[in-house]
Each structure stands twice: as structure tokens, then as C-alpha cells.
């Protein structure tokens, strides 16, 4: 898993500033959880400033829907279940 996530980021490395803010909404707008390590990783490191207040903003609101999917999934269960 550590190796694909090193190879995802040589790629974006590589990427435009415009290109790197795309792919960076693609994947919040993707919404996958295997996304975060990559954008925590984006959001330290790359030498743009906005790029890594993008990554920031988008794992934010990753954070917030993973958090209500699993509030709404943990109140709609009873207690019988």
C-alpha cells in the first residue's frame, strides 16, 4: 500500500499547479477513504502554498462525510440488531 500511495504522489508531483488543484477535487469528489493518506501527504509537503490549503480543505470535508455516513449508519441501526 506504501508503494502505490509513493507512486500516486510522484505522479502528481510532476502535475501542473492547475492540474494538481483538478486531480485534488477529483479525488475529494470521488470521495474514497484510501484517498487521505495521499492528500495528509500533499497537504504537508508539495512547495505550493495553495495546493496544500486545497489538500487541507478537501480532507476536511472527506473527514466531515465519513464522519456523518457513519453517525447516520450507527442511528439508523436499532438496538435489537
Known amino acids: 500500500m506504501e508503494e502505490k500511495i509513493q507512486r500516486v504522489l510522484r505522479n502528481f508531483s510532476v502535475l501542473s499547479k492547475l492540474d494538481k488543484q483538478k486531480q485534488i477535487i477529483h479525488w475529494v469528489k470521488k470521495g474514497s477513504e484510501l484517498i487521505i493518506p495521499i492528500l495528509k501527504s500533499i ?4 512547495s505550493e502554498v495553495q495546493i496544500r490549503f486545497l489538500a487541507r480543505k478537501g480532507l476536511y470535508h472527506l473527514n ?13 441501526q436499532s438496538f435489537s440488531e
Open 64 to 76: 466531515k462525510r465519513f464522519k456523518e455516513e457513519v453517525k447516520f449508519h450507527f442511528e439508523s
Open 43 to 46: 497537504a504537508a509537503e508539495d
